[in-house]
């Protein structure tokens, strides 16, 4: 019966996994599009303006949810009191931070010299209200791995955000179509969630609910709360201390790899935490998930975020624009960064799984001074220089930090893990060496001159062609785990995934 159970769930999250990695990759996809449009109506400085405000709503909403739908999903016997109770206490703290957010914006604007922020911040500061709305059946699509309802809300949202953003550039709104362009997404993905999701609030509320979902929601929040503060204190820096174009420019850069890292770990972050939470009780079986998480979610993140770095020096001013270049340096680091990713957010969603809220927030303090002091150490240096701190120095220390409790917990050490993606990182590698090598014979032959950006197509596929060969070829776990999940999909049942399976060893 125990096996039945663990098989079900494993279907069920593998089919949800598929359609929350859809989702990402089609809603980034179809946002990095409407990106590129925006890019070329839009200057840098609009750009900037309203990424100012990013770290004060992106504070104010982590306030706002508290770690009540954390809590929920992570709470296996949640009742509808509980759902309830955290519903009305959303709105109400979602209320009392929009006051803030109001009264604060002339302080805001004073900060940054810049008197448009006055009402920016206060129409922007309206999406507070959605995400409190959207909470909890949020929440309850999780709990119950409902993600290709995800995938549609997700698409309302994009289609009303993208039609609003890009009209009112066109009309010339300058950063105002910025704000609106957020402004439609929560409109949209609210109507969505109500229309998709069963779930409708009760007159019904309880004390005693919301003390037991806040012991475990309130560390979570503090520490969302303080890994939303420090990661966006570097922007905050950069956008008081430099110009407004040079935040601009790291957040232009990190937008390209963030498109490619985001389509993973955003799949592992949504998927991950509910499925591991109904395995919490089961040590081996944990501990196992969180393996396979790991391997193939970097077997997927290291040659995307490789392969990126390897030719954003073409794609940014291809994609943006001659006027973003300055981009290029910015989009590399980002691209060696997240592809360290996927191990830092499996071994917090491990964490968290377990109830163990507390550790994580131990771990994210640590983390935190380690973040003030390469931020005290590097942002007289230069802009470049503070980025390759964080990116070579901050990224490292931090993924040891986050694996260090599961070495007691799960009995799963950081040098299990690295020895886990060893065969991943090392086909990228050659893959890297391979699509140098075409590079250079395209560049000596003349043809990069002539032909110049449709190169970028072929040497993509000889990257794709030579990094899939080569894990089907030393059968990687990771290539297993995959070409299993292909065969139970009808449209993938080919003779060419039947030949790649049989080579792997998942069918005779």
């Known amino acids: 019966m125990k096996i039945q159970i663990v098989e079900t769930l494993k ?59 954390r809590a929920l999903i992570q709470k296996k016997d949640a009742t509808d009191e509980d759902f309830n109770s955290v519903f009305y206490l959303s709105l109400a703290s979602a209320g009392v ?47 119950k791995l409902l993600f290709n309802q995800s995938f549609k809300i997700s698409l309302i949202s994009a289609l009303l955000s993208a039609a609003t953003g890009i009209t009112l550039a066109f009309l010339g709104y300058g950063p105002w179509a910025l704000v609106w362009n957020t402004i ?23 004390w005693q609910s919301v003390r037991e979902l806040f012991s475990f929601g309130w560390k979570m929040s503090l520490s969302g ?9 570097k922007g905050l820096c950069i956008g008081k201390l430099y110009t407004k174009a040079d935040l601009a420019f790291v957040d232009k850069g ?32 944990f501990r196992d998930a969180v393996r396979r998480m790991i391997q193939c979610s970097t077997f997927f993140v290291f040659p995307v975020m490789a392969g990126l770095a390897i030719l954003s020096d073409c794609l940014i001013p291809l994609l943006f624009g001659n006027q973003w270049m300055s981009s290029i340096p910015y989009a590399q680091l980002a691209c060696w960064s997240f592809a360290l990713y996927p191990l830092h957010v499996i071994n917090l969603q491990a964490l968290t799984a377990m109830g163990r809220s507390d550790l994580f927030l131990v771990l994210e303090i640590f983390k935190k001074v380690i973040s003030i002091l390469i931020l005290v150490f590097s942002i007289r240096k230069g802009v ?13 220390l931090s993924l040891i930090i986050n694996s260090w409790p599961n070495k007691k917990l799960l009995g799963y050490t950081v040098v299990q893990q690295i020895r886990d993606v060893l ?9 890297c060496g391979v699509v140098y090598g075409v590079r250079f014979l395209f560049g000596y032959a003349g043809l990069w001159t002539s032909c110049g950006d449709w190169l970028l197509v072929p040497l993509t596929l000889v990257g794709g062609v030579v ?14 785990e995959y070409a299993g999940l292909l065969r139970t999909v009808p449209i993938f049942k080919t003779r060419t995934i039947g030949w790649i399976a049989r080579r792997l060893g998942v069918v005779p």
């Not at 990094?467 to 297993?480: E, M, N, Q």
């Open 11 to 69: 279907l069920k999250v593998a089919k949800g996994a598929v359609w929350a990695m859809l989702e990402k990759l089609s809603m980034k996809v179809f946002t990095f599009l409407v990106t590129l449009v925006l890019a070329r109506l839009l200057t840098p400085t609009d750009y900037g303006t309203v990424a100012l405000l990013y770290i004060f709503t992106t504070i104010a909403g982590t306030l706002a949810d508290a770690g009540f739908g």
């Open 97 to 143: 931070l929009y006051a803030v957010m109001f009264f604060a914006a002339p302080a805001i604007a004073r900060f940054y010299d810049t008197p448009s922020l006055v009402s920016i911040t206060r129409v922007t500061s309206i999406t507070l209200f959605f995400n409190a709305i959207n909470g909890v059946q949020g929440a309850e699509l999780s709990r």
């Open 184 to 206: 439609a997404a929560g409109i949209g993905s609210t109507f969505a969630y109500w229309y998709f999701i069963a779930w409708r609030p009760k007159l019904m509320f309880s």
């Open 225 to 233: 709360l303080l890994d939303s503060a420090f990661s966006n204190l």
């Open 254 to 285: 990190q937008a390209l790899p963030a498109v490619g890292m985001d389509v993973i770990t955003g799949t592992i972050m949504k998927v991950a935490f509910p499925a591991l939470a109904q395995l919490q009780d089961d040590k081996e079986k």
């Open 384 to 396: 470049l220089f503070l980025m390759v701190m964080y990116a070579f120095v901050s990224g490292p």
């Open 423 to 431: 065969p991943s990182v090392g086909i990228c590698f050659i893959m």
């Open 467 to 480: 990094y899939v060969g080569l894990a089907i070829a030393f059968r990687l776990k990771a290539a297993v």
